[in-house]
């Protein structure tokens, strides 16, 4: 298994570290990020889109494709909410 | 390179979009609508996704500089990253690897086929980042993307009632709990 972090992910962590480390100021970048960011979810549509491509697939691992987000999505609420809370939170 | 696919994804977008601002419901989510009308366009037009994607893919190529982008708001929000940073990184840790085990082996369990298995692997991430998530992977990031909206509009939908049913009532453990399980697409919990 390949697990190298994908180059705009690194970009990111680059960015991020400019902009603490003080080499790259926030009114050079802000109005063009936030562009960026506001206008993200249109960017989904296209790949979302491929699933045409698979619904053959779909079909036949409709089960462990719910079942797994499902269960996954409360199994990590749950486990995420307990962690904060025996780490402290808010208090 | 004919300009349908681009046009036809941002007016279906634009459409849906001022649908979501009046209803603001789980269920108006504006991106799943989209893909699903899109698609049912191309099918009835007869349209090949591969020229469909001729003109749109140069959406999906933002993607990357849109990654970059989120270190604003991460800079931004430094001060409460930096006020609550055990926390976060605690609560990120733990329920980051338990969304993509409990994912992998949960699929694996009920007879998940291997692209299955590594598509539905980082659904709990942010879309543009999951996407690129699944190709280094090798998995299949149209599918990859439909998990984390679907992942996102059921947090949307009985996030905040489970929350409720499990006790957790503290803002902090509250909103990580949110944004770990199902990323962005939530409201404040």
Redesign the interface.
């Known amino acids: 298994m390949n697990l190298s972090i994908p180059g705009s992910v690194i970009g990111m962590l680059y960015l991020l570290a400019a902009l603490l480390g003080g080499a790259v100021k926030l009114e050079w970048v802000e109005n063009e990020a936030e562009l960026f960011v506001r206008n993200m979810s249109v960017m989904f549509i296209p790949p979302g889109v491929g699933i045409v491509t698979y619904l053959g697939l779909l079909r036949v691992q409709a089960v462990p494709v719910f079942g797994a987000l499902v269960l996954s999505f409360i199994a990590t609420l749950f486990v995420t909410a307990k962690t904060v809370e025996l780490t402290g939170g808010s208090e | 390179m004919s300009p349908f696919?681009i046009t036809l994804?941002?007016v279906?977008?634009y459409v849906f979009s001022e649908i979501h601002a009046r209803r603001r419901t789980f269920y108006t989510n504006?991106?799943?609508l989209?893909?699903i009308t899109?698609?049912f366009i191309?099918?009835w037009l007869d349209v090949p996704?591969g020229s469909?994607?001729s003109s749109?893919?140069i959406?999906?190529f933002?993607?990357?500089?849109?990654?970059?982008?989120?270190?604003?708001?991460?800079?931004?929000g430094?001060g409460t990253i930096k006020a609550?940073a055990?926390?976060i990184t605690?609560?990120?840790t733990?329920?980051g690897t338990?969304?993509i085990l409990?994912?992998?082996y949960?699929?694996?369990?009920?007879?998940?086929?291997e692209?299955?298995l590594l598509s539905?692997a980082p659904?709990?991430v942010t879309?543009?980042?999951a996407?690129?998530?699944s190709?280094?992977?090798?998995g299949?990031?149209?599918?990859t993307?439909?998990?984390?909206?679907?992942?996102g509009i059921?947090?949307n939908a009985i996030?905040v009632e489970?929350?409720g049913v499990?006790r957790?009532k503290?803002?902090?453990?509250?909103g990580?709990?949110?944004g770990?399980?199902?990323h962005g697409l939530v409201p404040q919990g």
């Open positions: 696919g994804t941002l279906v977008f504006p991106v799943l989209s893909i899109v698609a191309l099918r996704y469909y994607m749109a893919g959406l999906k933002l993607l990357g500089p849109a990654v970059v982008s989120l270190a604003v708001p991460v800079y931004k430094r609550y055990r926390e605690l609560g990120t733990v329920g338990v969304a409990s994912a992998f949960t699929a694996k369990y009920l007879g998940g086929s692209d299955v539905i659904k709990s879309t543009a980042i996407i690129g998530i190709e280094k992977l090798g299949i990031p149209s599918l993307a439909v998990f984390v909206i679907l992942t059921l947090g996030g489970l929350l499990f957790v503290d803002r902090i453990a509250r990580l709990a949110m770990v399980s199902s």
